[in-house]
C-alpha cells in the first residue's frame, strides 16, 4: 500500500493495515486530525484497505 502525507508530500509503503483506523494508529496519527482519501473518495475509519491502494493522508489546519 502506498500513503501519500500531505502536506509534507513524504510517501510510504505499507504492506497492509486492515482497514483506516488501523492505518492512522499504526502511523500515530489521531483520525480528526486528517482526511483520508482513496480514488477521490473519503474514507471513514472503518473502511477496508487492500495491499494496492494508494492512500493520500492530508493534515487538516485550522487557520482561525
Known sequence: MQILLEPE??????DR????????????I???QVLVIRDRELLTPDR???????????????RG
Request: proline content about 6%; hydrophobic content about 35%.
Open 9 to 14: 508530500n513524504k510517501v510510504l509503503t505499507l
Open 48 to 62: 477496508k484497505l487492500n495491499p494496492e491502494d494508494k492512500i493520500t493522508i492530508r493534515k487538516i489546519v485550522s
Open 30 to 32: 489521531r483520525p480528526g
Open 17 to 28: 493495515a486492515g482497514n483506516v483506523c488501523t492505518l492512522l494508529s499504526r502511523l500515530g
